[in-house]
């Protein structure tokens, strides 16, 4: 490996490894949107692809229910029961999507390295 693939390898880990600390501390925080939704998607998925596939399919499962069929759904219900003359079309949104997607990429990539490896980037 050279010195300069070596140096992505370690800054595409490090921020892996930093994004991945994050979603963990707000976890941690108690948002609930990890505790009761991401994380038993993402545990239910790590059981049968492995955790490096399950962290980008928890990612995106996330991303379209709570980011964008839950607002959009309760969007709905509200101009509904507020008899406002309004249009109701839930619609996918893939900017969304991609952004999650390509948040997620540097923790997947984190985590396949560890695998491999077994050890971190960053000190604990």
Not at 21 to 45: D, H, I
Not at 65 to 89: F, I, K, R
Request: glycine residues 6%.
């Amino acid at each position: 490996m050279t010195s300069n693939a070596s140096n992505i390898d370690y800054r595409l880990r490090a921020v892996g490894e930093f994004l991945e600390g994050s979603m963990r501390r707000g976890r941690e925080v108690g948002l609930p949107q990890f505790n009761f939704f991401t994380l038993p998607v993402y545990k239910a998925c790590a059981e049968k692809v492995g955790n490096v596939a399950a962290t980008g399919i928890s990612f995106l499962v996330a991303d379209l229910v709570l980011h964008q069929a839950l607002p959009q759904l309760l969007t709905c219900y509200v101009s509904v029961m507020s008899y406002t003359e309004g249009e109701c079309n839930p619609s996918y949104y893939y900017p969304s999507t991609l952004v999650w997607g390509t948040i997620s990429l540097p923790i997947m990539y984190a985590k396949h390295r560890r695998n491999q490896t077994h050890q971190s980037v960053l000190p604990r």
